[in-house]
């Protein structure tokens, strides 16, 4: 019945209200042409390298050095270089995989589960978070791989023969990490190179120099354009998007594993899985922001990445923020209520406790820093904007240190209590990781395609093949 | 030296190739193409194609990665080398579920890229089509339609008129050089 009484209400309540026009911002502003699209995109490539990009190379590539230099002197000193110490086993090591994980998520959410939903706005930012993911999760292998100690033997955590007869022990979540780590790193870049190769044709049927028709001719696998080709691509991407949804959830999910299987306070708890993936989703939205405002600005990129697109990137920020700052007081609820007086000591440890000063820098950054996102004055000055990305991208470092340090270093029995800092080799380490970060996505600026062009086309109102009619 | 392979027309709009193509296929040719910078909408249909075959390769990969993580978990924990860890069973297709999901969504992708490639008959780069001057556009703005010579029906002047007729601009001839 209401159905009935609604057609008839409807259109008497519509003439009384007057409902404003409601148009959607366009997802290309300025009313840009295909052709301009390419030109745009492919002109990043083609173009002379700029000035800025040498002084931001350089710039990376000594920062880098420093994860070289700690690295080798891990290498040919050992493990006990770092601040590690008995009972904090795990120290920056943990942290530093687990913040450059979660970074990761942000670029596949993006590429696979907006995709999914047909968030449209999704084209013109998808390319590059995803590189941002590949290269986030490489940076994350360096911790746990030189966290073993003795890195030459990293590969026994792969199921292979070895001389030893003996094989991965597969009840343990770490071993599990192992499998949820390497595929999320595999499926990302096929993923990722799968959606560049009709980019990487066009670059390849502009291009003049003979170095450049040779690289990009061989890694566009002579792609054609054809409807057949976009017939099998759209199936096999979107099947793509599909399979690396239940990945992404999972990656983190395992990860938090790594914790929650464990019987100790602060740890052992069944909330772990959805807020790891919270919060690896926010700061991965955080890191978006971080890297992509500056792109925008120095590639003159405001007519693809409208303000429409910050704006949801922030609003996702937002509601990823709360959902962690939700997760942060149900862990003290559940930690109260389940009366464990263990359970209950972890966590007013954890906010005064000798760690008292990294839990309120974590709540302050992942909690109340998010929530200026709304407003929309906020959100539309891009300077702010980017400030909040970096103290997203402070928080969740820290939320991860919290998690992992105060636990280990206040377990059960006070005689086995510690205290864990950072050596110089740790922040150095860290430190560079940044640089190596910064020198790979610099490299995909020079010389692959930043957005995806026929995505973004097809977003287009000329793309509609009924003219607008449907 | 050199040998005919189709004729091309070029349109300017998504929605000038869409009605072309549908009138393409109503004459009843059957080895022709669409070049096109964007995938479009529903021209699939026009042309008559069947739904892409991905799946069942993203399918079997599946199926084979759950079946791996499976067997090597046996093999490895409970065959080759029986270890007891904190009592828990030699092999349940519980505990290591992780492993066999993850290689699940592995096996799965390498299965639907693969697809992706052999359905495309990918990497090919020495196809006729990339002797034409027009192609490189077919990636930026440009729509073309090309007619191959391998088709029954296909007549130099009626192919050439009839491509006209459809709105198509600059109708070639495109000729694949063999030495």
């Known amino acids: 019945m209401a159905t009935v009484s609604e057609k008839t209400e409807a259109p008497a309540i519509l003439a009384k209200i007057k409902p404003a026009p409601w148009k959607d911002a366009p997802l290309v502003e300025n009313r840009r042409s295909f052709h301009w699209v390419t030109e745009k995109i492919c002109g990043i490539v083609e173009s002379k390298t700029p000035t800025w990009w040498w002084w931001c190379f350089i710039t990376a590539l000594s920062i880098a050095s420093f994860t070289g230099m700690g690295l080798v002197y891990l290498v040919s000193t050992g493990v006990g270089v770092w601040g590690n110490n008995n009972p904090v086993n795990w120290g920056w090591?943990?942290?530093?995989?687990?913040?450059?994980?979660?970074?990761?998520?942000?670029?596949?959410?993006i590429s696979a589960i907006l995709c999914l939903l047909k968030q449209k706005w999704r084209t013109s930012i998808n390319r590059a978070s995803e590189a941002m993911t590949v290269f986030a999760v490489l940076c994350a292998g360096i911790f746990p791989l030189f966290h073993v100690g003795r890195v030459w033997f990293a590969w026994w955590l792969f199921p292979i023969p070895n001389a030893n007869a003996i094989w991965p022990q597969f009840r343990s979540p770490l071993e599990w990490d192992v499998f949820a780590v390497s595929t999320y790193a595999t499926v990302s870049i096929l993923f990722w190179y799968m959606g560049m190769i009709p980019d990487l044709a066009v670059i390849r049927d502009r291009a003049k120099e003979t170095w450049r028709k040779y690289f990009y001719g061989i890694l566009s696998m002579g792609w054609r354009n054809a409807n057949n080709h976009w017939r099998n691509f759209e199936m096999a991407y979107l099947l793509l998007a599909g399979l690396s949804t239940p990945l992404v959830l999972s990656v983190h999910t395992i990860v938090s594993f790594d914790f929650?299987?464990?019987?100790?306070?602060?740890?052992?708890?069944?909330?772990?899985?959805?807020?790891?993936?919270?919060?690896?989703?926010?700061?991965?939205?955080?890191?978006?922001?971080?890297?992509?405002?500056?792109?925008?600005?120095?590639?003159?990129?405001?007519?693809?990445?409208?303000?429409?697109?910050?704006?949801?990137?922030?609003?996702?920020?937002?509601?990823?923020?709360?959902?962690?700052?939700?997760?942060?007081?149900?862990?003290?609820?559940?930690?109260?209520?389940?009366?464990?007086?263990?359970?209950?000591?972890?966590?007013?440890?954890?906010?005064?406790?000798?760690?008292?000063?990294?839990?309120?820098?974590?709540?302050?950054?992942?909690?109340?820093?998010?929530?200026?996102?709304?407003?929309?004055?906020?959100?539309?000055?891009?300077?702010?904007?980017?400030?909040?990305?970096?103290?997203?991208?402070?928080?969740?470092?820290?939320?991860?240190?919290?998690?992992?340090?105060?636990?280990?270093?206040?377990?059960?029995?006070?005689?086995?209590?510690?205290?864990?800092?950072?050596?110089?080799?740790?922040?150095?380490?860290?430190?560079?990781?940044?640089?190596?970060?910064?020198?790979?996505?610099?490299?995909?600026?020079?010389?692959?395609?930043?957005?995806?062009?026929?995505?973004?086309?097809?977003?287009?109102?000329?793309?509609d093949p009924h003219g607008g009619k449907h | 030296m050199d040998i005919k392979y189709g004729i091309s027309a070029t349109f300017n709009s998504a929605k000038d190739i869409y009605i072309a193509a549908g009138k393409v296929r109503d004459?009843?040719?059957?080895?022709?193409?669409?070049?096109?910078?964007?995938?479009?909408?529903?021209?699939?249909?026009?042309?008559?194609?069947?739904?892409?075959?991905?799946?069942?390769?993203?399918?079997?990969?599946?199926?084979?990665?759950?079946?791996?993580?499976?067997?090597?978990?046996?093999?490895?924990?409970?065959?080759?080398?029986?270890?007891?860890?904190?009592?828990?069973?030699?092999?349940?297709?519980?505990?290591?579920?992780?492993?066999?999901?993850?290689?699940?969504?592995?096996?799965?992708?390498?299965?639907?890229?693969?697809?992706?490639?052999?359905?495309?008959?990918?990497?090919?780069?020495?196809?006729?089509?990339?002797?034409?001057?027009?192609?490189?556009?077919?990636?930026?703005?440009?729509?073309?339609?090309?007619?191959?010579?391998?088709?029954?029906?296909?007549?130099?002047?009626?192919?050439?008129s009839f491509l006209k007729d459809l709105g198509g601009k600059s109708v070639n001839i495109i000729r694949e050089p063999i030495d």
């Open chain 1, 93 to 109: 090591a943990i942290v530093n995989f687990v913040f450059w994980i979660g970074i990761g998520h942000a670029g596949t959410l």
């Open chain 1, 260 to 463: 929650a299987v464990a019987n100790l306070p602060g740890w052992h708890t069944t909330i772990f899985p959805p807020y790891f993936v919270a919060g690896a989703i926010f700061s991965g939205f955080g890191m978006v922001l971080t890297l992509l405002l500056p792109v925008r600005a120095m590639y003159g990129l405001h007519d693809l990445i409208t303000q429409k697109h910050i704006d949801n990137i922030c609003k996702i920020t937002l509601a990823t923020g709360s959902m962690v700052g939700y997760a942060y007081s149900m862990e003290f609820f559940i930690a109260w209520y389940g009366a464990n007086p263990y359970e209950g000591f972890a966590f007013i440890n954890r906010a005064f406790g000798n760690y008292w000063w990294s839990y309120w820098i974590m709540v302050s950054c992942n909690v109340i820093c998010p929530q200026l996102f709304w407003f929309k004055k906020i959100r539309e000055n891009t300077p702010l904007v980017w400030i909040i990305s970096i103290f997203v991208n402070i928080g969740m470092w820290f939320e991860r240190f919290v998690i992992a340090n105060t636990t280990l270093s206040r377990d059960f029995l006070p005689s086995s209590w510690g205290y864990y800092s950072p050596t110089v080799v740790d922040i150095f380490t860290f430190f560079g990781t940044f640089g190596f970060f910064s020198v790979l996505f610099l490299l995909f600026l020079r010389f692959l395609p930043l957005m995806p062009m026929a995505e973004v086309k097809s977003v287009m109102p000329q793309a």
């Open chain 2, 27 to 160: 004459k009843g040719y059957n080895n022709w193409e669409c070049y096109t910078p964007i995938p479009i909408h529903g021209l699939d249909g026009q042309m008559g194609y069947p739904r892409s075959k991905v799946p069942c390769f993203t399918l079997a990969g599946g199926i084979t990665g759950f079946f791996t993580g499976m067997l090597i978990v046996w093999y490895m924990n409970s065959f080759d080398y029986p270890l007891i860890v904190g009592g828990k069973p030699y092999f349940s297709p519980i505990f290591p579920f992780p492993v066999f999901y993850e290689l699940t969504i592995l096996f799965a992708a390498f299965g639907t890229l693969f697809g992706m490639f052999f359905l495309n008959r990918l990497p090919r780069h020495n196809h006729p089509i990339f002797e034409h001057k027009g192609f490189g556009r077919t990636g930026d703005d440009r729509f073309m339609i090309v007619i191959e010579v391998e088709d029954p029906q296909f007549d130099e002047q009626e192919t050439e």
